[in-house]
């Protein structure tokens, strides 16, 4: 039978002192073994007991490293999670522990970080000029690596992750005049590319890797297979008149341009035969150009989400098409415009007539 206990010492003067944190003790094959819980909860104690209890039982090798554990090997235990699993956005996660996880929390005892140490970090961040957004991001992935830690049986106790408020109301869209006037002004190549963006709302990543055999004219559908998307789901958007007519035009294009350039081409959107790669250039320059500078070809994904809105599409279905898993990030791009309450106050004064 185990049992939890503090160590205690005494000084040269005789003096006892006792250890806030509580050890463990417990036994395999008749020899003791005892270890520290890192915690001095008798909750945590006792919850690391009955672990390492259970692991006798089930003839699990017993790993007696809770309170020794470094947060650098939960750090590697996130980036393998990743690694293993193909998520895309790995670069990313192996940036936020490179740059500013691992130079505040490298080298310290997991077990020994807390909530105000935490906090520590999140000050620091917002010193040097980091987003809460961007803080965020950084704070799911040190939640991540505690909740694999505990998984692992590596942990028997996570610290409280408070986490930023965040504004991320999306503001920027498009009008019908805006975008004509925009894509007016646009390079020839890019002009199908954003009219495309402009009706489904994907993102720029999934427009420039489109290939031809995602496109099927029969069925009248273009389909993302799962993976390929930011958040691994597939998806299928169906043509509308205006995107067939697009699609068929483009396909015209690329097609004479194999034969002129005898070379295969199996991109939908190309420049000259290439995967359409930044055009940030060519786009600050037609923003100006039309009177709207700054907007961004992410707001493309905004209007088409208030557009399928306002035609009456069931949110879960326009969800669907353009590719939002959470309700949450839908309604920030769910935006109402000026001429959505001049309406409404249209609306309104019909209704006082009426009355």
């Known amino acids: 039978m185990g049992s939890t206990y503090k160590r205690t010492w005494k000084d040269k003067d005789g003096t006892v002192h006792q250890c806030d944190i509580?050890?463990?003790?417990?036994?395999?094959?008749?020899?003791?073994?005892?270890?520290?819980s890192g915690s001095a909860k008798e909750s945590d104690a006792k919850r690391l007991l009955r672990l390492r209890e259970g692991d006798i039982a089930r003839g699990v090798p017993i790993t007696p490293k809770v309170g020794r554990m470094k947060f650098d090997e939960l750090a590697d235990d996130v980036v393998?999670?990743?690694?293993?699993?193909?998520r895309r956005s790995l670069r990313q996660l192996e940036i936020r522990f490179r740059l500013h996880l691992l130079p505040f929390f490298g080298g310290k005892r997991a077990a020994a970080i807390t909530t105000s140490d935490i906090r520590k970090f999140i000050a620091k961040r917002?010193?040097?000029?980091?987003?809460?957004?961007?803080?965020?991001?950084?704070?799911?992935s040190l939640k991540r690596a505690f909740n694999l830690g505990i998984q692992?049986?590596?942990l028997i106790s996570k610290p409280y992750v408070p986490m930023l408020k965040e504004n991320n109301v999306r503001i920027g869209f498009f009008e019908p005049p805006q975008f004509a006037a925009v894509r007016g002004h646009l390079p020839e190549y890019l002009k199908p590319y954003v009219t495309f963006a402009y009706i489904t709302g994907w993102r720029k990543s999934e427009i420039s890797s489109l290939k031809w055999y995602q496109i099927n004219f029969d069925t009248g559908r273009i389909i993302l297979n799962?993976?390929?998307?930011?958040?691994?789901?597939?998806?299928?958007?169906?043509?509308?008149?205006e995107l067939r007519e697009l699609l068929v035009q483009q396909k015209e294009q690329t097609e004479k341009l194999q034969r002129q350039k005898d070379m295969l081409i199996p991109w939908v959107f190309h420049r000259e035969g290439k995967k359409v790669g930044d055009f940030r250039k060519s786009w600050e320059t037609a923003c100006k150009k039309a009177g709207v500078p700054g907007r961004i070809p992410h707001d493309f994904r905004r209007t088409a989400v208030r557009n399928l809105v306002r035609a009456g599409v069931p949110e879960r279905v326009a969800m669907q098409m353009t590719g939002h898993k959470t309700r949450s990030v839908f309604e920030r791009y769910n935006i109402v415009s000026e001429g959505d309450l001049d309406a409404a106050a249209k609306r309104l004064d019909e209704f006082a007539v009426s009355r």
Do not use: C, H, M
């Open 126 to 140: 917002q010193e040097a000029g980091a987003s809460n957004a961007t803080v965020n991001r950084e704070l799911e």
């Open 226 to 241: 799962p993976g390929t998307t930011k958040n691994d789901d597939g998806r299928v958007f169906p043509f509308t008149q």
């Open 22 to 36: 509580l050890w463990i003790k417990y036994y395999r094959n008749g020899k003791a073994y005892r270890e520290s």
């Open 80 to 86: 393998n999670d990743y690694l293993i699993n193909g």
């Open 152 to 154: 692992a049986g590596k």
